[in-house]
């Protein structure tokens, strides 16, 4: 029956609907989540994906309920990863009024009703659903150590302690915890980017028989038209590469081609020049060939990328006429060959936190997207010793080793405390500029601290830091 | 095609050629670093062993002159502080820090060929005993290319006669001490 409004009459409001999460949680890393993703886009767009060691889809159902309920939609993705040869087993499915909570529920294998008797550790669930902030996983840790130390074993105990005393002890992200464990004010306060499906570049030569190899070079050599054809494809697409995937084919027996090697290629840096990415292949290839012989001549070489990124520089370049952000790329792929990246090659960046040891972390970035210091900051030696040297007082002298330093003066009395919740339990220390005057009568400033000793661990006064 | 017959009747005299050619502005080398304390300026491509206790300071001080310059830090094992350097008003974000002792020379040379830093920073004993002349050459080279100042951190002289530039800076805030200067 159609209803039809008066003209002074208001149209009704449109109906908002409260959001309702599906979670598909696999128990294997391998778990082909990208696919199940994809497919579960017959449903909604409003989807993300987990990855890493716990894999997972959650789906933002609210808006498709008018098409399906709530469980025909679970029984439609039950048949969905039936097709993927999952077995019941291999997955979870649950529902929630929110993200982490969905996840929560999938974790722990209960209905969202009962979450307050989810186990203190499903915290973590809550706070970190997506596993994206590897930065705040040491306070969480602390902070589940903490609440058991104090008896709490289920998420429903929190509701018992006064939440002004907690969130001053374990500050915001006790708060954001509390919000995301009320049930009658599920807030939408997790940001998730909408998954993307990939799009897959794949090149492939197939060889002739009477011109089958099974040596490096015209390996490299073929690989290389393979690479020259996906670059000038992601190009025109105004992409670059992050991630490929070189596979070479064998014949082993007449009309049988059986795939011989997988070589995974994955950049720290988009790549989008032939020369850079077919140093590193070849690197590659080299220690595949060193490591094995081929028993059979390569029928067919495929090229795949599995990951690709916008090409930022695809106009910057004219204008950036020292080439420095895709040089920068370059060197460190470059030096990537042999080096770590992010452990032996990287770039510092400032974290909040009093100790002054662990206040910067190393990182690999674009330049520009290490952050500017806007906030002062004290000052600080440019030589830190790592860990303190322990230094002994007699009198006016300081004996480092079998030297002696004689005292000239202190200045710049600082007193650093805190971080109780570490694992070690904090640290107090006061710290001194001193002028000390060496056995080779050299005047020189230092950055030496007093501790007191707690616990395992002893106090003294130690050598930090020169001037 | 229409701009050919014009291009053709077009004829330069001798002397309009030359006014031509004089006005193109002859290719200078780049103006050293200057260091505006101490009136020092320093060439760009060249090698300097910097020795005293306030060479880094001094180091710094001039980083946060020249604030659009990138560096690069190669150690075997890091010992500068990166906090100091923010404190210092030096963006990190100049700073590329490479932390090796098996692939040092490897290292130092990919960076200085890379051609993307206006200073390096290394210490000075990983340089080879042996073959140090040419190694030393080698970086020299490179450098000069790139035009990047190759910074050698030492604490004691160092006999190496591939060295362009020695200066001794002994305390903070000190004036540095030219002991050896190579070329000019």
Known sequence: ?467 | MQYLPEIATKRLTVDELRAKVGAITRLEPLPGWEVPEHELVLPRGALVELLGHGSREWLFRMFQTHAKTRIAWVEPKLTLFPPAVAQRGISLSRMLFVETKREWNWALAQTLRSKLFHFAVTPVDLIPAKGTDVFLRKLQIQAERAGTTLFFLSDADTPFFGITHRIRIDREGGRPEILKRKRG
């Open chain 1, 1 to 467: 029956m159609s209803h039809r409004h008066s003209s002074g009459e208001q149209p009704p409001p449109p109906v908002s609907r409260a959001p309702l999460y599906f979670c598909i949680s696999f128990r294997s890393p391998e778990a082909d989540v990208g696919g199940v993703a994809e497919a579960c886009l017959r449903f909604s767009p409003d989807l993300t994906v987990r990855r890493g060691e716990r894999p997972a889809v959650f789906l933002e159902a609210s808006r498709c309920l008018s098409l399906f309920s709530e469980g025909m939609l679970e029984m439609r993705l039950k048949v969905l990863l039936r097709e993927w040869k999952f077995l019941e087993m291999d997955y979870r499915i649950a529902r929630a009024s929110s993200l982490p909570r969905a996840w929560l529920c999938a974790v722990e294998g209960i209905p969202e009703k009962m979450i307050d008797r989810a186990p203190i550790a499903g915290i973590s669930a809550l706070l970190d659903p997506l596993d994206e902030r590897p930065e705040d996983a040491r306070k969480i840790g602390a902070m589940i150590e903490m609440l058991f130390m104090l008896g709490v074993r289920r998420l429903g105990a929190l509701r018992k302690y006064p939440p002004d005393s907690a969130v001053s002890r374990f500050g915001e992200l006790y708060s954001r915890l509390l919000a995301r464990l009320n049930e009658d004010h599920v807030t939408e306060d997790f940001p998730w980017e909408r998954f993307r499906p990939t799009e897959k570049f794949i090149e492939r030569i197939d060889l002739d028989p009477d011109e089958c190899f099974s040596d490096l070079e015209p390996t490299l050599f073929y690989s290389k038209t393979l690479l020259d054809r996906i670059l000038k494809r992601a190009f025109g697409r105004g992409k670059a590469i992050i991630a490929l995937e070189l596979r070479i084919e064998c014949e082993r027996r007449r009309n049988r081609r059986e795939l011989f090697i997988r070589i995974p290629v994955r950049f720290t840096f988009a790549q989008t020049e032939a020369a850079m990415v077919l140093r590193t292949l070849r690197e590659k290839l080299a220690h595949e060939f060193g490591r094995r012989e081929l028993d059979a001549p390569i029928a067919a070489l495929e090229l795949e990328v599995v990951e690709l990124s916008p090409r930022r520089s695809l106009q910057s370049d004219f204008v950036d006429q020292d080439q420095a952000t895709e040089g920068f790329r370059e060197l460190v792929t470059e030096l990537g060959t042999k080096l770590e990246i992010g452990r032996e090659i990287f770039q510092a960046e400032l974290v909040e936190t009093w100790r002054p040891e662990w206040s910067w972390r190393r990182v690999l970035k674009e330049p520009t997207a290490i952050p500017v210091l806007t906030q002062p900051i004290p000052e600080r030696p440019l030589t830190l010793l790592n860990p303190p040297e322990p230094l002994r007082r007699l009198g006016r002298y300081f004996f480092h080793g079998d030297s002696r330093y004689a005292i000239e003066s202190f200045t710049h009395v600082e007193r650093l405390s805190g971080e109780w919740w570490e694992n070690d339990g904090g640290f107090t220390r006061t710290y001194y500029r001193v002028r000390l005057r060496s056995p080779a009568d050299e005047s020189r400033e230092f950055w030496i601290f007093r501790e007191q000793g707690r616990g395992g661990v002893a106090g003294g006064i130690f050598l930090h830091g020169i001037f």
